[in-house]
Structure formats: C-alpha cells, structure tokens
C-alpha cells in the first residue's frame, strides 16, 4: 500500500421515481434526467483524481453513475454485490412512502430516529457497514485512488465505520445525490477530507 491512499464514496444520482415509491433493492429504476446531470458534474469533480478503479454496486441507478464517473478515466466498471442497497427497505419496495406508516406503521418513524437498533429488518446496519468496509478493503488493496458508488445508508455506514463514528450518527448529514466523500489512509488510519455535493435543486 502506498504511503497515503484515497478512497472516494460516491451516493448515486437522482432517480426517476415519479409514483414516489420506496425502491430499494429492485432494479430498473434509472436516473433521472437532473440525476444524469448530477453525475456527469460528479464525474468532472473527480476527473482529476488519480482514480485507478471505480466499483459500483449492481443496480442500475449505480451502474449509470459509475459509468459516469468511470468514463474520464479510461476504465471499465467493476459490480460488487456488497455494495447493494441496505435490505431494510427490501420489506417496503414499491410502496409509496406516504403509505408506509399506515401499511408498516412505526416503522418509518424507527428508521429515522433511531436507524441503528431496528428489530423489525433482516439486515442491521451494522452488517451493511460490515459488508461495506470488506468491499473497500478488497477493492482498494494495492491502489492508489478508487471509487465506490453506492447508496445513501450504505454510503453513510462505510463513511462512519471507516473513520472510527458511531452508527447512531447514521441520520445525521447525510450525503445528497451524487455526493462525493473523499477519505484519505495514512498508517492504516481513514480520515474524512472532505464532502462535496452537486446542486441539489
């Protein structure tokens, strides 16, 4: 490993999801027009960067992204399944979000106040951190700079297992739409350099 190693977590685009149903790990929900901005913008953010790698996870709001990201720097797109969205949601896909407190009601409330001690999901957050950081060790082994691109809750799990944060910390700041997170490894330590969204509006 080189003295000092990067890597970068990078949310996906916006997606198309005009019925406004929570998608979850269902494929073939693709970027919207705005999210195909969002990550070209992203992608000249880090055209740059000395990205060696870009690693994505495999459902297609991620994949296009990472296409995005991937393209200025002449190299393909590596899928890791350890990547995928966070399987809680798995139990609410394709309901409308407004009907989530009457179709699994408190759950949504748990969720967002307490994220981290949740008794109803097949998936703890603590495993998707888990997961997460084994796909940036494997991934990042030996390289210089590489790009993962994921989702929102496990983008923020890798972000706060990496630097030493407490999950509980998992509602707070989380990254917007093709949010790029630049991490930097000097002495086998991560620490956080920095944050930078597209415009969200």
Not at 6 to 21: D, S, T
Not at 35 to 49: F, I, S, T, Y
Not at 158 to 167: C, D, E, K, P, V
Request: net charge negative.
């Amino acid at each position: 490993m080189t003295t000092s190693q990067q890597i970068v977590l990078v949310r996906h685009g916006e997606v198309a999801n005009p019925h406004h149903v929570v998608y979850a790990d269902l494929d073939g929900f693709s970027l919207s027009s705005r999210g195909v901005r969002q990550a070209e913008v992203a992608a000249e953010r880090l055209a740059a960067a000395p990205v060696e790698l870009v690693v994505s996870s495999p459902l297609t709001r991620a994949t296009e992204t990472a296409a995005a990201i991937a393209r200025p720097h002449g190299c393909a797109v590596v899928v890791d399944e350890r990547l995928t969205e966070w399987r809680l949601s798995s139990r609410w896909a394709g309901v409308r979000w407004e009907e989530l407190p009457d179709r699994f009601p408190g759950e949504l409330e748990a969720y967002l106040e307490h994220p981290h001690d949740l008794s109803f999901t097949q998936e703890s957050i603590a495993a998707v951190a888990v997961r997460m950081r084994a796909a940036v060790a494997d991934r990042s082994a030996q390289r210089q700079c590489v790009v993962f691109v994921s989702h929102q809750d496990p983008v923020q799990a890798a972000r706060l297992a990496l630097t030493g944060r407490s999950l509980s910390a998992l509602p707070h700041g989380k990254p917007g739409h093709a949010a790029v997170i630049t991490l930097t490894n000097t002495r086998a330590r991560w620490s956080e350099q920095g944050l930078w969204e597209p415009p969200q509006e």
